[in-house]
Nanobody, 125 residues
Framework: QVQLVESGGGSVQPGGSLTLSCAVSGRSVGYYAVGWFRQAPGKEREGIACISSTDGRPYYEDFMKGRFTISSDNAKNSLYLQMNNLKVEDQAVYYC??????????????????WGQGTQVNVSS
């Protein structure tokens, strides 16, 4: 069974930074495609970025505009999301996921099989 556990969420001021972590167990972090999603109240869960299991490359949704960076660490079997210049509209629950389509794009949340419990990111003045 693949297990995903997010950590690193919290509260920051607009313009601040956070790095989220996702500990993966049951499989190597590189075995499946892995990705980050977020969901704000009243909105659908949206993809942020993913790392392909076939070419190892990261893929980002266009709205990120360079502020977020996805990465993985095979030695720690972990996935990371570095978030810079956070905006109020970034406030959401952030989830890591595994085993979805990540072939040049982040497939919708419904395509992904394994999910973490989510970690809250608050951005406010």
């Amino acid at each position: 069974q693949v297990q995903l556990v997010e950590s690193g969420g919290g509260s920051v001021q607009p313009g601040g930074s956070l790095t989220l972590s996702c500990a993966v167990s049951g499989r190597s972090v590189g075995y499946y495609a892995v990705g980050w999603f977020r969901q704000a109240p009243g909105k659908e869960r949206e993809g942020i970025a993913c790392i392909s299991s076939t070419d190892g490359r990261p893929y980002y949704e266009d709205f990120m505009k360079g502020r977020f960076t996805i990465s993985s660490d095979n030695a720690k079997n972990s996935l990371y999301l570095q978030m810079n210049n956070l905006k109020v509209e970034d406030q959401a629950v952030y989830y890591c996921a595994a085993n979805g389509r990540c072939t040049g794009y982040v497939a919708p949340a419904s395509d992904w099989d394994y999910w973490g419990q989510g970690t809250q990111v608050n951005v406010s003045s």
